[in-house]
C-alpha cells in the first residue's frame, strides 16, 4: 500500500500562518486521480478542506477559501497545503488523502490512502 504521513501542524495564534505536508511511502505513486486535505474538529464530522485532481484544477470549503492553497509536492506526488490568516474555527486534525495508481511487484493497482492526521490548534 502507500502510507502517508502528515507534518507542519502545530500550535499557532489567530491571523498566524503554517503549511502542511503530506509524504508518501511504501509503494511509489505511479500517478494520481485527486489528492486532498480532509479535517475533523472534536464532536465534528470529517470534512473537505481542499482537493486538487491530476488535471490541476482544485476545490476549496467555502471557509477557507482565499485563505488556504494546496498544491502538488511534484517530486512527492502528494498534497500540501498553505494555511493563512487561521481563525479558531480552524482548529481540527488534518488529514492527507490521495487516490491514484501506485506501483507493486504485481504492476500497478489502484489505491487510496489516508494519513494518521497532524493536529492545527488556533488560539491566543
Known amino acids: 500500500q502507500v502510507r502517508l504521513v502528515e507534518s507542519g501542524g502545530g500550535l499557532v495564534q489567530p491571523g498566524g500562518s503554517l503549511r502542511l505536508s503530506c509524504a508518501a511511502s511504501?509503494?511509489?505513486?505511479?500517478?494520481?486521480?485527486?489528492m486532498g486535505w480532509y479535517r475533523q474538529a472534536p464532536g465534528d464530522q470529517r470534512e473537505l478542506v481542499a482537493v486538487i485532481n491530476n488535471g490541476g484544477s482544485t476545490d476549496y470549503a467555502d471557509s477557507v477559501k482565499g485563505r488556504f492553497t494546496i498544491a502538488r509536492d511534484s517530486d512527492k506526488n502528494t498534497p500540501y497545503l498553505e494555511m493563512n490568516n487561521l481563525k479558531p474555527e480552524d482548529t481540527a486534525v488534518y488529514y492527507c488523502?490521495?487516490?491514484?495508481?501506485?506501483?507493486?511487484?504485481?504492476?500497478?493497482?489502484?489505491?487510496?490512502?489516508w494519513g494518521q492526521g497532524t493536529e492545527v490548534t488556533v488560539s491566543s
Open positions: 488523502n490521495v487516490r491514484g495508481i501506485m506501483i507493486t511487484r504485481m504492476g500497478k493497482a489502484d489505491f487510496g490512502s
Open positions: 511504501g509503494n511509489s505513486i505511479f500517478s494520481f486521480y485527486a
